[in-house]
């Protein structure tokens, strides 16, 4: 498999009967402990019979439990330690919470190692140069931007972030050579920032995709940063794709911090002085 055997669960999820899924859920939870199971003991665990434990092995691809245990082994043995978040309504506090916890830190250990070191330096120095930086994004991709825009402003850097398709629309229209938009989307596949992205390509500016490698967006931008997250389809959804998108805006500021030299340094600690006086102090009187 190409992919993680868990990103192959999660896809394979809304495709398998009820039963079936039970299953998964149960493996997706409990990796280490399918692994030394017998097929009695998972359908046990798992509430269904050794049939339907059967037929989730060969849904997923393969002869039967035995090649499915194999397979299970050999991608724990690479490291991926953590299991993807999925979630029973009958699930404890403590149970959810640290599914919630260890699912976004597999994603984004998988993120990290996934970006092109190369693409990250190519985009930090459009950044660090750029005359003016906007960031676009749709709901939580949204918040993102203001994210992004709040860390890249104290860089002594004129910059924006647009979450209304109007407003993009006319940032995008009025960018030129040497301007930078930052596109982000957890599908790379809403229509308004596609137009957006291409209508300022066409402009002259640069244009970063934080978005799905595959995605109709990342063939529409100048510079990929790849961040392929696929989000869990149950009711229940930690939008870890928000949290990669985060983490690889901070990964540029301080990228662009760096490439700016020490008169940045200087500037971000005048800035953290001048937030002291709005902070209540922690002396005991």
């Not at 868990?6 to 394979?12: C, G, S």
């Amino acid at each position: 498999m190409s992919r993680s055997l868990f990103d192959e669960l999660r896809v394979h999820m809304d495709r398998l009967r009820r039963s079936e899924q039970k299953v998964a859920r149960f493996v997706l939870r409990n990796p280490e402990e399918v692994i030394l199971m017998r097929i009695t003991d998972l359908a046990s665990e798992a509430q269904v019979s050794e049939p339907t434990v059967v037929r989730f092995c060969r849904a997923m691809g393969m002869a039967g439990f035995q090649e499915f245990k194999l397979k299970l082994a050999q991608m724990m043995a690479k490291g991926s330690q953590y299991a993807q978040f999925t979630m029973n309504d009958g699930d404890s506090v403590a149970e959810f919470s640290h599914g919630i916890f260890d699912s976004t830190i597999e994603t984004l250990e998988q993120v990290r190692d996934r970006l092109d070191n190369e693409a990250l330096g190519k985009a930090i120095a459009a950044l660090a140069v750029a005359n003016r930086v906007e960031f676009y994004g749709y709901g939580a991709s949204g918040i993102v931007a203001a994210d992004a825009q709040h860390k890249f402003f104290r860089l002594q850097i004129q910059t924006s972030a647009y979450a209304d398709p109007h407003m993009q629309a006319m940032s995008a229209a009025t960018m030129k050579a040497g301007d930078v938009v930052v596109a982000i989307s957890q599908t790379g596949r809403t229509r308004a920032l596609i137009a957006s992205a291409k209508t300022a390509v066409k402009a002259g500016a640069t244009v970063i995709g934080l978005c799905p490698s595959d995605s109709p967006l990342a063939r529409e931008v100048t510079l990929t940063l790849p961040v392929d997250v696929q989000e869990d389809t149950e009711v229940y959804i930690p939008m870890t794709s928000r949290i990669a998108h985060l983490l690889t805006i901070d990964v540029l500021a301080v990228g662009v911090a760096k490439n700016r030299g020490p008169q940045i340094s200087d500037q971000l600690k005048a800035i953290k002085r001048s937030l002291g006086s709005l902070r209540v102090s922690n002396s005991v009187s």
